[in-house]
């Protein structure tokens, strides 16, 4: 255990108070912003260990068990739309294309969620590599703006007094 030391510094002006409470305010700040960061940090980890298997499973399933049905149902429809056979059916094209369209904006929307799932968790993890900085900058910006006030009022007191 450390011994703490009480010092006892007593400031000349309203200034000096503000800042030495806008310094102190800082110093207490600072470890709270290190700490949040360090616990987004380890639950962005987390979530990455938990959604890594459950997408290369999703990547999986889809390859296995939904691209070969995709893929006999576009052939078994190719072999029906064809020319060749010579037969018409004109009352099952607009199905056929709403479901083919349907088809199309599903392969889609994966290709997309897949994309959106990765870009996210890049975006996460620069946010959670810039927030110690960020907070660290906010907390001195705060300081300085606590000092200009502090600045304008001590400014504004002398000035009434005089």
């Known amino acids: 255990m450390r011994k ?3 010092e006892v510094i007593i400031p000349q002006t309203w200034l000096n108070r503000v800042r030495d409470q ?4 800082g110093g207490r700040v600072s470890p709270m912003a290190e700490n949040a960061r360090d616990v987004a940090t380890h639950r962005i980890e987390d979530a990455r260990v938990w959604a890594a298997p459950k997408l290369d499973q999703a990547a999986q399933s889809v390859e296995e ?3 070969p049905i995709v893929s006999a149902f576009l052939s ?3 072999r029906r739309i064809d020319v060749s056979t ?3 059916r004109t009352r099952r094209r607009w199905p056929v294309v709403a479901l083919l369209s349907g088809v199309a904006i599903g392969a889609a929307g994966v290709a997309m969620y897949r994309n959106n799932a990765q870009k996210w968790a890049e975006t996460m993890r620069d946010s959670v590599r810039h927030t110690g900085a960020d907070a660290g900058r906010w907390v001195g910006d705060k300081a300085e703006e606590v000092g ?3 600045d304008k009022a001590a400014d504004e007191i002398s000035g ?3």
């Open 4 to 6: 703490r030391r009480a």
């Open 22 to 25: 806008a310094m102190k305010a």
């Open 65 to 67: 068990q939904i691209a």
């Open 76 to 78: 078994e429809l190719a």
């Open 148 to 150: 200009e006030k502090a």
């Open 86 to 88: 010579g037969t018409r």
């Open 160 to 162: 009434k007094m005089s």
